[in-house]
T-cell receptor, first 113, second 113 residues
Framework: SQTIHQWPATLVQPVGSPLSLECTVE??????LYWYRQAAGRGLQLLFY??????ISSEVPQNLSASRPQDRQFILSSKKLLLSDSGFYLC????????????FGQGTRLTVV | DQQVKQNSPSLSVQEGRISILNCDYT??????FLWYKKYPAEGPTFLIS?????DKNEDGRFTVFLNKSAKHLSLHIVPSQPGDSAVYFC????????????FGTGTRLTVIP
């Protein structure tokens, strides 16, 4: 069966510090991978998606970047965090194409102080 | 620009009664629609979906209705149970293009025992 792992679960970082959140998927090949953010009182905003190794597309301009160094690994990064980067970050995977659901990790609560 | 909208941020329902959660979308290319349930500090979990070739899909206590002409879908939960209390997100995707999932802002359902 497929599983998705996302870590860490919580993170408190000072403004200006770097960020690296990691997500890995098991039990499937060539998934579409996604990073979403849920800010306080808001919905799930799509930040990045990837359809293959090294292929990253950004949905919104921001202080963050993403990378996919391996087929089932997706990394969200920042060189210098801003206060506005605080939120709940979710990684998800989905079978490419067709009518399928996305499966989410447990999320990372990031607080920038 | 929010392509998927949930205009009711919250809903309270008595246990045993019907819960109706609504969702509107603007992109006429969307052809697959999903509902997710989310508890605090956890990732969303998939509930039920519907493709644009149908107008109704049922799974146990959950039924999703799709009105393509009105670009509107709804989730019915009957009977509602206290364990249904959570935030419910509507999502939509199109098979053309990147096939990404776009989410609404969520509706917090509270089922009162």
């Amino acid at each position: 069966s497929q599983t998705i792992h996302q870590w860490p679960a919580t993170l408190v970082q000072p403004v200006g510090s770097p960020l690296s959140l990691e997500c890995t998927v098991e039990g499937t090949s060539n998934p579409n991978l996604y990073w979403y953010r849920q800010a306080a009182g808001r919905g799930l905003q799509l930040l990045f998606y990837s359809v293959g190794i090294g292929q990253i597309s950004s949905e919104v301009p921001q202080n963050l970047s993403a990378s996919r160094p391996q087929d089932r690994q997706f990394i969200l990064s920042s060189k210098k965090l801003l206060l506005s980067d605080s939120g709940f970050y979710l990684c998800a995977w989905r079978t490419a194409g067709g009518f399928t659901e996305a499966f989410f990790g447990q999320g990372t609560r990031l607080t920038v102080v | 620009d929010q392509q998927v909208k949930q205009n009711s941020p919250s809903l309270s329902v008595q246990e045993g009664r019907i819960s109706i959660l609504n969702c509107d979308y603007t992109n006429s290319m969307f052809d697959y629609f999903l509902w997710y349930k989310k508890y605090p500090a956890e990732g969303p979990t998939f509930l039920i979906s519907i493709s644009s070739i149908k107008d109704k899909n049922e799974d146990g206590r959950f039924t999703v209705f799709l009105n393509k002409s009105a670009k509107h879908l709804s989730l019915h939960i009957v009977p509602s149970q206290p364990g249904d209390s959570a935030v419910y997100f509507c999502a939509a995707s199109a098979r053309t293009g990147a096939n990404n999932l776009f989410f609404g802002t969520g509706t917090r359902l509270t089922v009162i025992p």
